[in-house]
């Protein structure tokens, strides 16, 4: 099975915080995906990696930069955290434009 | 960009019951996903469909590709409390990106 795993499932940060989300899939695919899920407005999708060092936004890019170093890791930064950044965070890795594979989600909160 | 509208938006109902949920779109989708999500948690992967008029079932879930691939359906059968969650509907972005384009969800409570 696909396993896509995010390196916390709780943060509190506070404002202005230089914050990393960090997520791993185990399945060689080759795009990986960040997203945030907020109440009424569905998955937005943040940025997107179709290969190493590649990256493309998504709908909602302000705030945010990602890092792909590796093939099986894909990094959000939140470079000066802010309120209204407080969200759940998915990671997610696909192997074609379909079917992606989630981890269990990043409930970030910014005080 | 192309959105994909998914109806009703909150569903509550008896253990026991049926129930559909429908995901509607303007532009054609060579292919549509359905995941489920549980609170606290990412989404999971249900079905992929991918020809027009295609259905696939899953157990008590039962899943329809429209003919014109632009639409899709996910009727349950004898809903459980265990069905209880977040349905999503997704279908891969025809502008070339390896994007997948979502559904808000319907939120389904099925109580005992």
């Known amino acids: 099975d696909v396993k896509v795993t995010q390196s916390s499932r709780y943060l509190v940060k506070r404002t202005g915080e230089k914050v990393f989300l960090e997520c791993v899939q185990d399945?060689?695919?080759?795009?990986m995906f960040w997203y945030r899920q907020d109440p009424g407005l569905g998955l937005r999708l943040i940025y997107f990696?179709?290969?190493?060092?590649?990256?493309e936004k998504g709908d909602i890019p302000e705030g945010y930069s990602v890092s792909r170093e590796k093939k099986e890791r894909f990094s959000l930064i939140l470079e000066s955290a802010s309120t209204n950044q407080t969200s759940m965070y998915l990671c997610?890795?696909?192997?074609?434009?379909?079917?992606?594979?989630f981890g269990q989600g990043t409930r970030l909160t910014v005080v | 960009t192309q959105l994909l509208e998914q109806s009703p938006q909150f569903l509550s109902i008896q253990e026991g019951e049926n129930l559909t949920v429908y995901c509607n779109s303007s532009?054609?989708?060579?292919?549509l996903q359905w995941y489920r999500q549980e609170p606290g948690e990412g989404p999971v992967l249900l079905v992929t469909?991918?020809?027009?008029?295609e259905v696939k079932k899953l157990k008590r879930l039962t899943f329809q590709f429209g003919d014109a691939r632009k639409d899709s359906s996910l009727h349950i059968t004898a809903a459980q409390p265990g069905d209880t969650g977040l349905y999503l509907c997704?279908?891969?972005?025809?502008?070339?990106?390896?994007?997948?384009?979502f559904g808000k969800g319907t939120k389904l409570t099925v109580n005992p």
């Open positions: 997610a890795s696909s192997l074609w434009s379909y079917e992606a594979f």
């Open positions: 399945m060689d695919h080759e795009n």
């Open positions: 990696s179709y290969d190493v060092k590649m990256k």
């Open positions: 532009s054609v989708f060579s292919s």
């Open positions: 469909v991918v020809t027009g008029g």
């Open positions: 997704a279908g891969a972005d025809q502008g070339g990106s390896e994007k997948l384009v």
